[in-house]
């Protein structure tokens, strides 16, 4: 391995300006790659307060037919224990409301708009969200319908220019709810765990056609996530029952794959269609290949020059024995040290950029709510193990698209003619 | 350059990968850029804030209940509430709004059929409704040989206003002022409304990436006595230059503006609701700039380490031709033109690849009014010069190193 750092300190005081170019354009390619590899995976990567996200699931709505029309909706309360309840693989099981823009305000003074979710007592168990004092609500206060609020820390100084509001009154659409606890503030990256305020979940109201249909968002917690195609095919399997009685009756509940997995909820279009998260994949895919291959060809390109100079001493070493292959695996192992030093600036400066600029390139639904972030994503949610793993690929995916054909071309040179300087 | 046939036909080949990604990057930079300096029909709103009413619950704490008088109360409680943010000594000006609120997707879609000469003519619109202090704030600007003036006077009048619009066969399109003059009649709940159609406005597109085009109504708003607020109405304020935020704190210092169940919400900043609606679409444009930065890069280092080498290994070369006469500026214009040769070399096929892959390729289009064809080779000759500038500027470092070879010294060591 010296041989190898020795070869590329003299190449590099030799031919700096040719070094750096390789190792900045691998830099480039894997800090863009790097970027939109991370954007594409915040919102379902495994990070607190949603550590669970890699075995959560969510029912996305129903996609009832009749007859003469259909309906497209979220569930019910009734709809989400027929299809949800018990299910094998299930660990928690919580009842939510989509979070709704509210006016919330003190006690006669501000008022402005806040998110505001409905949930359950189970809701607090699926994810690690801090309390800073107080306590969530429970399900007596669930199921009593109680004006109860957990709201978060920088709201609560909004409204109260203080952080100990434990047992005060908000006015949310101006009904006063006492506040039980206050929490640290979840990030809009998290897409369920993510809210200003938290009331008690609201029981749906039965619906004149139907009794799926209503205003609740099941989100579930599995076991592992080796359960998801079980818990799946025990879905699919209560659709086919639930049918069988609502054919009698002339309607249908169109089964789309349901409950889906956070990659296919964040994909999806609405409940009348099927996931499709590999489409979407496939086309980043596409974006990552282009950014790889030009780079590549690039420091492919410079990589055949230098090569080319080095022809001499490529002809010594094979006619002092070398074979094929130990002339291939040199420039190889040679161009990888390269690559790594560029693939580490490359992704030291995309977490850099994500940690700081994340939201030029998020697709974020409401600006002024990202303005509230601090700080930018936590570091868990940019760096893990998978991102590391990638980079790693990338690097590797770099080094032989740029290096093997010309460390080929360079292992096949005639030793006598390769000293003669006969060559290509 | 022939000798180095082999780097060049591998530069070639980037350089037409490059140019077709290019030109799909570009297109949709392109008709992003139409869209987004497309005029928004209204003036600057670092000024302008937006507040809504909102009114108590019937649970809540001090509700009044004014039984069937409902309507009128909330009227006169939103004039109290008004007139009461109107004495703040920050603002300047505040006008009542429905519908009216740029950077807001509500759309309420509506028809008319006008019979004008014979013709019958077709009007599609999104409806809103604004006092004329509103249509002053937001800088709502005349069409049509009308002035910003004259749309505020046909407010005052009562009168409708509407926006410019083409309309009518595509072939044989309508002139929006044929419709000056005519009668808007509407019909709701209180009876039937009969107003003059007194003026021409631009339209007021509701966010900057907004490709749908069609008509807009204005009806007047009268914050009159006689006039009927609504809850759901919005009051558009336009405070005193660089004083928002003293504005916004002088409303948090005192108890909300309120009048029997009616209150006012906290304003927000019409430049913030600008950046809301943007936001998704910004990202997405900013990706692309990205991508398109990304590209030139590739080519810049490419061609710059690719001619570093190569001049390197030419010394001996441009040392001859110096010795043989050449000037300085002969050995940089050679260098220079050789890889503006390569980037023409690869325009041919890369031309054809794009004619192929993109010229009726309607999605890149992104709801531009200009033709495909436009965008095409708009974005084609854009490509062209920021690659050429790309190649002139990589090329430019190696080409000022062989001119500073000196003839004696290159051709010792040859």
Sequence with gaps: MRRYFSQIWYEMRHQPLVMWISVGGTALAIFMVMVLFTVDRVSFVPAPPEDNRDRMMVGFGVDLHFENGSISSLLSDTGVKKLYSKVKGIKYLSFTNAPETKDVGSDGRIVTEMSVRGVDDVYWKMFGIRFQSGHPFTAGDVESGSRVAVIAMSRARELFNDDEVRGRTIYINQLPYRVTGVVEDVSPFFTFAHSDVWVPYRKDTPNEYSEFVGNTTPLMELESKEVIPLVKREVKARYERLNKKLGEEGSSLIYHQEPFTLAEYIGNNGNNNDPDPDSARMGTWYIYAVLLLLPAMNISSMTRSRLRRRVSEIGVRRALGATRRDILGQFLVENLVMTVAGTVAGVLFSLLFCKLYITTFFPMENAGTWQLIKGGPSFSLIFNWETLGMAAFFCLVLNILSTILPAWKASRENPAEAISGKHD | ?414
């Design chain 2, 1 to 414: 350059m022939c000798n180095e046939w082999r780097d060049n036909i591998w530069l070639i080949l980037e350089l037409v990968v490059v140019s077709v990604a290019m030109v799909v990057v570009m297109m949709n930079v392109v008709c992003n850029i139409e869209l987004k300096t497309r005029p928004m029909g209204i003036g600057p709103v670092d000024d302008i804030y937006v507040a809504s009413y909102s009114e108590l619950n019937e649970e809540s704490p001090g509700y009044v209940d004014y039984g069937e008088r409902k309507a009128e109360f909330i009227s006169r409680d939103i004039r109290r509430v008004t007139a009461a943010l109107r004495r703040n000594q920050y603002v300047e000006k505040a006008g009542l709004v429905q519908n009216g609120i740029p950077f807001t997707l509500n759309y309420i879609g509506n028809y008319r059929e006008f019979v004008v000469n014979g013709d019958s003519l077709r009007y599609f619109f999104n409806m809103r409704q604004m006092s004329p202090e509103a249509a002053e704030i937001l800088g709502l600007e005349g069409s049509s040989g009308f002035s910003a003036a004259d749309v505020k006077a046909a407010l005052e009048r009562g009168e409708v206003v509407i926006s410019d619009y083409v309309f009518g066969e595509e072939e044989k399109p309508y002139d929006v002022r044929r419709l000056v003059g005519q009668n808007y009649v509407s019909e709701t709940e209180d009876g039937v409304t009969v107003r003059r159609i007194g003026a021409i406005s631009s339209f007021m597109r509701r966010f900057q990436y907004e490709p749908h085009r069609n008509g807009m109504m204005i009806l007047p708003v009268n914050e009159g006595a006689g006039g009927n607020l609504a809850i759901y109405s919005n009051l558009v304020i336009k405070v005193r230059p660089g004083t928002g935020k003293r504005f916004l704190e002088s409303l948090q210092s005192q108890p909300t503006l309120a009048s029997g169940n009616v209150f006012l919400k906290t304003p927000v900043n019409l430049e913030a609701k600008r950046k809301d609606v943007s936001a998704k679409h910004d990202t997405r444009f900013n990706l692309f700039v990205a991508c398109m930065f990304f590209l030139l890069m590739i080519i810049f280092l490419g061609i710059l380490g690719t001619f570093w080498f190569r001049i390197r290994q030419r010394e001996g070369e441009i040392a001859l031709r110096r010795v043989t006469g050449a000037t300085r500026g002969d050995i940089f214009r050679r260098i220079l033109s050789e890889s503006m040769l390569l980037l023409v070399i690869a325009t041919i096929p890369a031309i054809l690849l794009d004619v192929l892959l993109l010229y009726r390729n309607m999605s890149l289009m992104n709801g531009s009014r200009l033709s495909i064809q436009e965008v095409f080779w708009i974005s084609g000759a854009l490509t062209f010069l920021v690659m050429t500038l790309s190649i002139l500027l990589g090329a430019w470092f190696p080409a000022s190193r062989a001119m500073r070879i000196h003839p004696a010294e290159a051709l010792k060591e040859e």
